[in-house]
């Protein structure tokens, strides 16, 4: 089970920090991801980071803005967003991709609402 | 980026219908093509790995087939549940994109 936290309305310019806990399953050996969407549009992929977390990536989109880092003894995932943008409104996903590193998607959270309006 | 095309943005059908899905990727992507199934409210669900592996759990009225470009997902005899929006995404190269989604209505 991954439970997302820490969404909520920002100003834009402002700081949010995304968390996300994993119970039921060895977290460690996952890559996780960030996945966002607006409601009604597609889904876009965000930001995603191997197990050992020396391999990260960033979608062009939040790149030099977020940062996605993990905690494997606390079975955690976290994104911290800068700089939001009213683009950035969406509803964010923490979703778990596999242990050899390939990046398709077989647990979500139920997400968590970012609302970046003045 | 590879872009992922989904034809149809809504496609209407009735209860027992098959149904068929197509996305089309910008540049061969192999067979690392992955469908998800979205509800309102509720996490998307995987459905199809590798093209046509069947996730765990999923019922074996889904199935999928394709490799480079062309990717089709076949709902054999829908059903009420099955009423949602399917995307495809492609894994083959960074960044992972996702096709813009098909919405399968009750007819």
């Known amino acids: 089970r991954l439970v997302e936290s820490g969404g909520g309305l920002v100003k834009p310019g402002g700081s949010l920090r995304l968390s996300c806990a994993a119970s039921?399953?060895?977290?460690?050996?996952?890559?996780m991801n960030w996945v966002r969407q607006v409601p009604g549009r597609s889904l876009e992929w965000v930001a995603g980071?191997?197990?050992?977390?020396?391999?990260?990536f960033y979608a062009d989109s939040v790149k030099g803005r977020f940062t996605i880092s993990r905690d494997n003894a606390r079975q955690s995932l976290s994104l911290q967003m800068t700089s939001l943008r009213a683009d950035d409104t969406s509803v964010y996903y923490c979703?778990?991709?596999?242990?050899?590193?390939?990046?398709?998607?077989?647990?979500w959270g139920q997400g968590t609402q970012v609302t970046v309006s003045s | 980026d590879i872009q992922m095309t989904q034809s149809l943005s809504t496609l209407s059908a009735s209860v027992g219908d098959r149904v068929t899905i197509t996305c089309r990727a910008s540049q061969t992507i192999n067979n690392w093509l992955a469908w998800y199934q979205a509800k309102p409210g509720k996490a998307p669900n995987l459905l199809i790995y590798k093209a046509s592996s069947l996730n765990v759990g999923v019922p074996s009225r889904f199935s999928a087939s394709g490799y480079g470009t062309e990717f089709t997902l076949t709902i054999d005899s829908l059903q009420p549940e099955d009423f949602a929006t399917y995307y495809c995404q492609q894994y083959n190269r960074f960044p992972w994109t996702f096709g813009q989604g098909t919405r399968v209505e009750i007819k």
């Open positions: 039921g399953f060895n977290f460690s050996p996952y890559t």
């Open positions: 979703a778990r991709g596999t242990e050899d590193n390939l990046f398709f998607f077989d647990l």
């Open positions: 980071i191997i197990s050992s977390s020396s391999h990260i």
